[in-house]
Nanobody, 128 residues
Framework: EVQLQASGGGLVQTGGSLRLSCTAS????????IGWFRQIPGKVRDGVAC????????YYDDSVKGRFTISIDRAKNTVYLQMNNLKPEDTAVYFC?????????????????????WGQGTLVTVSS
């Protein structure tokens, strides 16, 4: 069964750090793009970052540039989102997603509909 397992959320104070993990089972990230999205209840799901496994291309939303880093551990078939200098506005449920496409395209950052496989959300709460 094809699955993504997201983990690592929690409660952190402003300025703190968290690392989210997204592990694939039932498939390899080879030839895929993997994205992190976040959603506040009642709002649309927004792109945070994405990475192409084959060539390492990354894209970030402007709101997280310089603070968040997306990376991939090929041996563990896991994608990470390192989040530093967290702000209250980063509070959301974070989702990871994967789609088979080896061609970098920034549209993946703004089109959740481009992704077919989704993990469950992990809640990140940043207190002020």
């Amino acid at each position: 069964e094809v699955q993504l397992q997201a983990s690592g959320g929690g409660l952190v104070q402003t300025g703190g750090s968290l690392r989210l993990s997204c592990t694939a089972s039932g498939f390899s990230f080879d030839g895929h793009v993997i994205g992190w999205f976040r959603q506040i209840p009642g709002k649309v799901r927004d792109g945070v970052a994405c990475i192409w496994k084959d060539d390492g291309t990354t894209y970030y939303d402007d709101s997280v540039k310089g603070r968040f880093t997306i990376s991939i551990d090929r041996a563990k078939n896991t994608v990470y989102l390192q989040m530093n200098n967290l702000k209250p506005e980063d509070t959301a449920v974070y989702f990871c997603a994967a789609e088979r496409d080896s061609n970098p395209n920034i549209m993946y950052l703004v089109r959740p509909s481009y992704f077919e496989t989704w993990g469950q959300g992990t809640l990140v709460t940043v207190s002020s």
